[in-house]
């Protein structure tokens, strides 16, 4: 679950660390008294709240130097869809504006931490070139990457904050500060159970200040039962309405942007279903998962949110009945079919525990359902399907 960039300040402050003084704003008409009232100064930085990187160059984030500008930019920009390169092309809705007091900035660096699945630990990740384009660095100029392992026990050390310090041209008194920051940041990664921590850029200012400009926090999903507070952060807005539906009856979707709806029992299977649709030429619409004790209901309201999706033309059914015999989801993907009124063409793969009595039933049903000897039988009857709804040689 994603943090809108306001929030995630909001924690960095209640941990004692720096931040720009700033307002949100939900209405434009709040956005002058917010900039004169709180912030004064005579210039201001405006910047979109959504989930995705990129606003800067989608002209999400401007530094404006009057009143009049101000109120255009957040009237602009409110109610707006804003597109990025990581969310295009349909965007994300703008309902809340950050509004940011601008800071004398002498350098830019990166900071992150992150959780390293190669190295099975938390990475502290740092460079000494931040803001737009980090992503390309490592690419470019891997030497500018600077990285520590965090021992799962031990944790992030003070020397390895010291080399990372080091490397970032930090002495004195801000290297005690930078010391003092990523420490208190892996304890906030810890504790809040987050698989994401960035800060880009963080810079260090006239004053002397190491300052988060912006920040980005990722809370892993399987542990939001144990982080309410963080949990009743969520904007749904800014995910896929279909996710959304999903994860309220307990389903693992998540939309993609091809043509032909998955519903398949077990992440693997499903990595592997879409594998599969891709080689043979096909994209899968979606990731459904919906789990090993699928029921009829379960079913029903799978296929349904599948077919919300417009983009849908053929629905690829691959189920393993193992703890779940293939007869009782035969009997459940008659009822969903029933249920939900399935127009398009449904191709269905049963293997597993009774399923000549599955398939049986399926054929007994007198629905339109395609059944496929095998996994790839399955996908290259779901490519051709939605390709001649597509083209309209099937109705």
């Given at each position: 679950m994603n943090l809108h960039e306001y929030q995630a300040k909001q924690v960095l402050r209640e941990q004692g660390l720096n931040t720009p003084r700033g307002v949100v704003v939900e209405d434009p008409t709040h956005a002058?008294?917010?900039?004169?009232?709180?912030?004064?100064?005579?210039?201001?930085?405006?910047?979109?709240?959504?989930?995705?990187?990129?606003?800067?160059?989608?002209?999400?984030?401007?530094r404006v130097d009057s009143l009049n500008a101000l109120r255009e930019t957040v009237t602009h920009l409110?109610?707006?869809?804003?597109?990025?390169?990581?969310?295009?092309?349909?965007?994300?809705?703008v309902h809340q504006i950050l509004i940011e007091e601008p800071l004398e900035i002498v350098r830019e660096m990166y900071l992150s931490l992150l959780l390293d699945r190669d190295h099975e630990c938390i990475t502290l990740i740092a460079s000494v070139a931040g803001g737009m384009d980090i992503e390309a660095l490592g690419h470019e100029q891997p030497d500018k990457i600077l990285r520590e392992h965090c021992n799962p026990i031990l944790g992030l050390q003070a020397f390895q904050c010291r080399n990372v310090a080091f490397g970032l041209g930090l002495s004195g008194t801000l290297q005690a500060d930078f010391i003092r920051m990523a420490q208190t940041l892996y304890r906030?990664?810890?504790?809040?159970?987050?698989?994401?921590?960035?800060?880009?850029?963080?810079?260090?200012?006239?004053?002397?200040?190491?300052?988060?400009l912006d920040c980005k926090m990722v809370v892993d999903d399987n542990a939001l039962s144990r982080q309410a507070r963080l949990a009743d952060m969520r904007d749904e807005t800014q995910v896929d309405s279909k996710e959304v539906a999903a994860q309220q009856v307990g389903l693992n979707y998540i939309?993609?942007?091809?043509?032909?709806?998955?519903?398949?029992?077990?992440?693997?299977?499903?990595?592997?279903?879409?594998?599969?649709?891709?080689?043979?030429?096909?994209?899968?619409?979606?990731?459904?998962?919906?789990?090993?004790?699928a029921t009829a209901q379960t079913v029903a309201r799978a296929f349904s949110i599948i077919l919300s999706d417009t983009k849908v033309k053929a629905v690829l059914v691959n189920i393993f009945g193992g703890?779940?015999?293939?007869?009782?989801?035969?009997?459940?993907?008659?009822?969903?079919?029933?249920?939900?009124?399935?127009?398009?063409?449904?191709?269905?793969r049963l293997e597993g525990t009774n399923v000549t009595l599955g398939k049986q039933k399926l054929l007994d049903s007198g629905l339109s359902v395609i059944t496929a000897e095998d996994l790839t039988d399955a996908a290259q009857r779901a490519v051709a399907a939605a390709a001649s709804v597509q083209t309209g040689a099937l109705i």
């Open positions: 002058e008294l917010a900039a004169t009232g709180y912030l004064g100064g005579e210039s201001w930085v405006v910047k979109a709240q959504i989930h995705s990187g990129g606003r800067g160059k989608a002209g999400g984030v401007k409110l109610g707006s869809q804003l597109v990025t390169v990581q969310n295009a092309p349909d965007g994300q809705p906030l990664f810890i504790d809040s159970d987050l698989s994401l921590l960035e800060i880009n850029p963080l810079v260090l200012t006239r004053d002397d200040r190491l300052v988060a939309a993609l942007d091809g043509n032909i709806g998955c519903l398949v029992n077990g992440a693997g299977l499903a990595m592997a279903t879409m594998d599969l649709i891709r080689l043979h030429g096909g994209l899968p619409a979606n990731f459904l998962d919906v789990g090993g004790s703890i779940m015999r293939c007869d009782i989801i035969a009997d459940g993907i008659i009822t969903a079919m029933h249920e939900v009124g399935v127009q398009l063409p449904v191709i269905v």
